[in-house]
C-alpha cells in the first residue's frame, strides 16, 4: 500500500497507507462520476508496517518548530526572505501572529500547476508565497512560511495580513486533481492550525481564494477563482470534523447551501481548451443562480465582473451566479422546488426540491440598513478610520466596492471585526510605523454579499435575528 501511494519519502508512504488501512477498518461508501455507488464493508486489519523498509524511501527530518501534525507527511522549505534593491524586498513580510494580530482566516487555493514546479515558484524572492502546499498524489506537504508571517496569496492585503494559505496541487477545471489523499491531509493541517490558533471551522473562515473580494472596485475582475466548482466542500467539512449542521425550518430566514455532490452536476463548460465544449460530468458543490424560478431563467448579473450588464456564463471559471457548500445566505422568497437568496443586491433563485434539497434551512443573524438609509457601501477591506493612523503615517484609503447594500435585504452576518491595518512596506522595519497594526474605533459587519465575503460599517446597518 506504501508503494501504490507513489510517494518518495517514507513518512508520506506511511501516512498514505494509515490512512487505506483505516478506511478498511471503518468502513466506506461513495458514488462514482457516472452514478455507480460502491460500498466497502469494515474489516478489521492489522497491517504489516515493518515492510515500510523494503521500499527504500528517504526519511525527512522534521525539525524543530514545524508546524504540522506529526501524523502527516511534511518538510520545511523555507520561502525566501530577501532585499532585491531600490527598496524592493521578498517574497512575504514578517510578523508577530496572533499576537499582534488575530489569524482569522485560513484560505484554500489551488496551484494551476504541479507540485515541485509550484515550490519551486515559492522559492523565488521576487515572486509571491504562501503558508503551504500539498502534493496531489500523496498529500505530502511542503511548509515555507511561519504562521506568525503575512505570505502573499489572496490577492487582498487585509485577508493576507489576517490569513495562512494553503496551495493544492491540481487545476480547478480538473477536479480529478483533488485526491482523497490530499483531502485528508489537508483536513488534518487546517484542523490542526484552527484549533491552535483560534479560527473557527466554518466556512465564513475556511475559505476559498474564490471567496476572497477584491480590495478595490478596479480589482473585482482580476480576483481568483479557484479551487473551483469541483473542490468537495462538503467532503471537506467532515474531515474536518465540522460537518455543515444547521437549526432551521421554512421560516427560519437563512439557508446554507449543501447539494449533494456526487449527483450535483451542473453543465458547465470550457474545461479544456475550447472554452464553448462541455465539462465531463462531474460532481460539484456549486449551485447555479438565476433570475427567476426556472430552470430555463437568465442567470444572475454580477456587475463586478461584467461591468456591462452582461448575464454570467456556465464557463467553468465564471462563479458570478453560483453559491457553494456550506456558503450561508439570507432567504428572499420561495416558490414551489425553487428558493431566493439575496445575492449581489438581487434575488437569487435556485432549485432546492424537498424530495432532493440543495440547502439546509438554517437559523443566526442578518444584517440590514439601518432604518432611514435607502443603501449603503460595500467593502472588500476592513480598514480603520483616518483619524486612527499616525502622524506622517499614510492613509489607507476606505474605498467602496461598485455594489451597495440595499434597503430591505438582508444578508448572512458571518463576523464582526475591528477596523485594522498591518503595515508592512519595507524589509527591516525601518519605515515610521511599519511592523504594527493600525487600529480604530470603526468596527465592520463581515457578511456573504455573492460568492465572495465582504464587509460594511457596522454603524451602517442593523443586526437581526434571521426568522422571518
Known amino acids: 500500500m506504501a508503494r501504490y501511494s507513489g510517494a518518495d519519502s517514507a513518512d508520506a508512504a506511511a501516512a498514505f497507507a494509515d490512512e487505506v488501512f483505516a478506511t478498511i477498518r471503518t468502513g466506506a461508501t461513495r458514488v462514482t462520476d457516472d452514478g455507480q455507488r460502491v460500498a466497502l464493508a469494515a474489516r478489521?486489519?492489522?497491517?504489516?508496517?515493518?515492510?515500510?523498509s523494503r521500499l527504500g524511501l528517504r526519511k525527512l527530518a522534521r525539525p524543530d518548530g514545524l508546524e504540522c501534525p506529526t501524523d502527516i507527511s511534511c518538510e520545511w522549505i523555507p520561502a525566501p526572505y530577501q532585499e532585491l534593491g531600490g527598496g524592493d524586498y521578498g517574497n512575504h513580510d514578517k510578523g508577530n501572529r496572533p499576537q499582534q494580530q488575530k489569524i482569522e482566516y485560513i484560505v484554500i487555493h489551488d496551484t494551476e500547476g504541479y507540485f515541485q514546479p509550484s515550490v519551486d515558484l515559492v522559492l523565488d524572492p521576487t515572486y509571491v508565497s504562501w503558508h503551504y502546499t500539498l502534493r496531489s498524489v500523496d498529500g505530502h506537504i511542503a511548509q515555507h512560511v511561519k504562521a506568525k508571517d503575512v505570505g502573499w496569496h489572496a490577492g487582498n492585503w487585509y485577508v493576507n495580513a489576517k490569513s495562512i494559505g494553503l496551495e493544492h496541487e491540481g487545476f480547478a477545471a480538473q477536479g480529478t486533481w483533488y485526491t482523497e489523499a490530499m483531502?485528508?491531509?489537508?483536513?488534518?493541517?487546517?484542523?490542526?492550525?484552527?484549533?491552535?490558533?483560534?479560527?473557527?471551522?466554518?466556512?465564513?473562515?475556511?475559505?476559498?481564494?474564490?471567496?476572497?473580494p477584491g480590495t478595490l472596485a478596479a480589482n473585482v475582475r482580476g480576483m481568483h477563482w479557484d479551487p473551483g466548482p469541483y473542490w468537495d466542500w462538503s467532503h471537506y467539512f467532515d474531515l474536518l470534523k465540522a460537518?455543515?449542521?444547521?437549526?432551521g425550518w421554512p421560516g427560519s430566514g437563512l439557508v446554507t447551501i449543501d447539494p449533494d455532490f456526487a449527483t450535483n452536476k451542473p453543465a458547465f463548460v470550457g474545461c479544456g481548451s475550447d472554452p464553448v465544449a462541455p465539462c465531463p460530468p462531474r460532481g460539484s458543490s456549486a449551485v447555479i443562480l438565476r433570475t427567476a424560478p426556472h430552470p430555463a431563467a437568465p442567470l444572475i448579473k454580477d456587475i463586478g465582473l461584467r461591468p456591462g450588464g452582461e448575464d454570467a456564463t456556465m464557463h467553468i471559471s465564471d462563479h458570478g451566479a453560483r453559491?457553494?457548500?456550506g456558503q450561508t445566505y439570507a432567504v428572499a422568497d420561495r416558490q414551489g422546488d425553487w428558493t431566493a437568496i439575496w445575492y449581489l443586491g438581487q434575488k437569487a433563485w435556485f432549485h432546492n426540491p424537498r424530495s432532493?434539497?440543495?440547502?439546509?434551512?438554517?437559523?443566526?443573524?442578518?444584517?440590514t440598513p439601518k432604518a432611514g438609509k435607502a443603501t449603503i457601501p460595500v467593502y472588500g477591506r476592513a480598514y480603520p478610520e483616518q483619524a486612527a493612523y499616525p502622524e506622517g503615517m499614510p492613509y489607507q484609503t476606505i474605498a467602496p466596492l461598485q455594489y451597495t447594500l440595499a434597503a430591505g435585504q438582508r444578508y448572512a452576518v458571518g463576523n464582526v471585526l475591528p477596523g485594522e491595518y498591518y503595515r508592512a512596506v519595507t524589509f527591516d522595519g525601518s519605515s515610521p510605523g511599519d511592523w504594527t497594526v493600525i487600529r480604530?474605533?470603526?468596527?465592520?459587519?463581515?457578511f456573504q454579499f455573492g460568492h465572495r465575503l465582504m464587509f460594511v460599517d457596522l454603524a451602517d446597518?442593523?443586526?437581526?435575528?434571521?426568522?422571518?
Not at 432532493?356 to 444584517?367: I, Q, R, S
Not at 474605533?441 to 463581515?446: R, T
Request: proline fraction near 8%.
Open 356 to 367: 432532493a434539497p440543495t440547502a439546509k434551512w438554517a437559523t443566526g443573524l442578518v444584517v
Open 461 to 468: 446597518v442593523s443586526i437581526l435575528p434571521s426568522p422571518i
Open 323 to 325: 453559491a457553494s457548500a
Open 183 to 212: 483531502y485528508r491531509t489537508s483536513a488534518k493541517l487546517v484542523r490542526h492550525l484552527a484549533l491552535r490558533l483560534g479560527i473557527p471551522l466554518d466556512r465564513n473562515h475556511i475559505i476559498g481564494h474564490d471567496n476572497v
Open 440 to 446: 480604530g474605533e470603526k468596527k465592520y459587519v463581515q
Open 243 to 247: 460537518p455543515f449542521r444547521t437549526l
Open 44 to 52: 478489521d486489519v492489522v497491517p504489516a508496517r515493518d515492510w515500510l
